[in-house]
């Protein structure tokens, strides 16, 4: 046998290489997902009894935002992401608070992402203010220092649905 037979069958045994998939477990997203729902439901709407149409619908859109995560990334980035979640429906909160005219409309609405007034339109607002004047912004404004109320106004945090 000469040389080149023995290349070619050397080269046809060698293993391929794999390429593993990686996979976020649904019940990872799920709690990212409740976990968000109940923050932005407490400080947003005062746990105000919405149909549970009204919240798979929310949650749905949710969803959407910690699916937008890279699986390989997920681990490390999640919980950053949870963060700014809650930080982004606390500046949301803040501006409602602000004139007694403005209100957050109902779940389904405010987390559609085809909605640029509602958690959309705050991604702009949080990027915006990480930084002023040059100096980083603390996280979460502790409630009862009076930057934010710990008690809003209840009309303007829930949604009243017809029966």
């Not at 998939?21 to 400080?43: K, Y």
């Not at 681990?75 to 209100?103: D, G, H, S, W």
């Not at 007034?117 to 702009?124: A, D, I, Q, S």
């Not at 990027?127 to 303007?156: M, Y």
Request: aromatic residues 14%.
């Amino acid at each position: 046998m000469n040389n080149s037979g023995k290349t070619k069958r050397a080269a046809s045994e060698q293993p391929t290489k794999r390429r593993t998939i990686v996979r976020v477990h649904p019940a990872s997203i799920q709690l990212m997902v409740d976990t968000s729902w109940d923050f932005a439901h407490h400080h947003l709407w005062n746990d105000y009894p919405f149909e549970e149409e009204e919240i798979a619908k929310a949650k749905k859109y949710i969803r959407r935002y910690y699916r937008a995560i890279s699986p390989y990334r997920f681990t490390r980035v999640a919980n950053n992401r949870l963060q700014i979640f809650c930080e982004r429906v606390m500046l949301a909160k803040k501006y409602v608070l602000r004139f007694p005219y403005r209100y957050i409309p109902n779940p389904r609405t405010w987390f559609d992402p085809k909605n640029a007034k509602g958690f959309r339109g705050t991604k702009e607002w949080y990027e915006r203010g990480k930084v002023r004047n040059g100096k980083p912004i603390p996280s979460f404004i502790p409630p009862g220092t009076g930057i934010v109320p710990s008690l809003p106004d209840k009309e303007r945090f829930y949604y009243t649905h017809s029966a």
